[in-house]
């Protein structure tokens, strides 16, 4: 099981984003705890003003909202609605908010069985809950327990970049398949606050690979001017594709504003990310002259590292971004170092370069060629050898020279006698 915890203050938005999931057919709100009713017998008004309430209590308190999410093996489809049930509420009452009003949401829109908890951390006393580094304090163990607690699949049992692309709803886009703006959200919910991206270009890097892009809009455009930003679908090749949506319309509000100051912080964070990255570039490098491009894409891939091309129209590779699915870490080449940057490491590892796989493809196929060639060498003239003295013995011969001297005799023709002859 995988917990990811978003703290915010914007109660309204989320709420309206898990119910807006109930009417698409993709949710169902299955517990609404600590609440006067049940959640089929409350409408969305009533769900919310019970926790609006108890905000109320402590106005001085901006980051009141959590939205966690606790994500399971997608082997572990045929968990039951109690059994989720149960889970929500143990969790709960380990992260402390056991006697906290929340809603439990069972969500259907990925791979994965997952739930949405949504809840404030204003006691019914006017007390705030501290939030801080809640996900390492209280979390972490909490989830531990947990999964000890019902038998679920353990985090730490799997590779971890396999979590992170797993363990998350969010899938790579396609235009047309499904509601743009909560794909996009989707997507970002997965992105803005797990990756230490440290510019708009690493960022989009990372949206990228679920097909989206952030836009601040082209030099003087109105966007631009009002630091606005956009987010679109994009094809294979990078095009925008449908109607661009506004930063501030998504309830987590991913504006310029909130990312800059993510910028600036991700710097700080994403240091000790970098060494993971250098050291399976170099561990290939290492003692290897023979490793190729595609050699370098195979290892980064098997270690959870996506490895990002710019591409110019020529097709040269002009900028590569490393993605540690696993850290979060997110980088340009020229921030791990020169030898890292993409002219340096396409040196080191050239492209076109048989992979090593092929080449050892190549050289058995060469020595199969080989070996034919020398045993036709050595087994043809024996062949046709052999053959030659069949021939000699089933082959029909012309010639008498050998036939016993009767049967070269040729037999004299009888003269036939004539009336002179009795005479």
Known sequence: MVAVIKVSGRMQRIINYNENKVKQGK???????????????????????????????????????????????????????????????????????GNQPYLVYQHHD?????????TTNIESSGKRIDLHHLAIRKSEPARKEV???????????????TERL????????????????????????????????????ELNA?????????????????????????????DKQGNATGVPIKASLFYSRPTLSRLSTKFISNKITAQPKKARIMNVI?????GNTKAGFQDLENSLSKEGIALVKRVNEQGFIYGITYIDHSTGGVFNGSTLGKQYSAKAIQERFPVGRKTEKQAEISVGESLAKLQNIRYDAFINPIIKDISRIIESFTKAEQSTAFLPREFKRKKKRRRRKGPSDNN
């Open 282 to 286: 170099d561990k290939l490098s290492y």
């Open 147 to 161: 999964e000890t607690e019902f038998g679920l699949v353990k985090a730490q049992d799997k590779k971890r970049h």
């Open 110 to 118: 990925a791979g994965h069985p997952h739930i949405h908890l949504v």
């Open 27 to 97: 949710a169902v709100c299955i517990a609404a705890v600590n609440y006067p009713l049940d959640a089929p017998f409350m409408t969305i008004a009533m769900k919310m003003k019970r926790l609006m309430l108890q905000m109320e209590l402590n106005r001085n308190v901006m980051q009141n909202t959590l939205h966690i999410s606790l994500n399971f093996d997608a082997s572990e489809n045929g968990l039951s609605t109690d059994k989720l049930k149960a889970i929500a509420g143990s969790y709960m009452e380990k992260l402390g908010f």
């Open 166 to 201: 797993q363990a998350v709803s969010a899938k790579k886009i396609t235009y047309g398949t499904t509601e743009t703006k909560a794909a996009i959200q989707n997507v970002l919910d997965v992105v803005i606050d797990k990756y230490s991206y440290t510019s708009l270009a």
């Open 206 to 234: 990372v949206l990228g690979l679920y097909n989206v892009r952030a836009d601040n809009g082209k030099e003087n455009s109105s966007v631009n001017r009002h630091k606005g930003l956009l987010y679109h679908i994009i």
